[in-house]
């Protein structure tokens, strides 16, 4: 039973992976120099606050 995913579980798992991506896509962003680094470093603060409250909520929530 472990192994079946429910919709919440589903749906914890694509927001983690939804901030992954915009991560990805600030990388190449920089990589294509269409931003700059000060401005990496800014987003990089705000997505890693992101992940540690996102964390936090799934957290909180009951484990089904």
Request: proline letters at 3%; hydrophobic letters at 45%.
């Amino acid at each position: 039973m472990n192994n079946i995913k429910t919709p919440a579980k589903n749906y914890r798992e694509l927001i983690l992976g939804s901030l992954a991506e915009v991560d990805t896509q600030i990388v190449l962003a920089l990589e294509f120099g269409y931003i700059n680094k000060e401005d990496v470093n800014m987003m990089a603060e705000h997505i890693q606050s992101l992940r540690k409250k996102l964390y936090a909520l799934i957290n909180s929530l009951p484990a089904r």
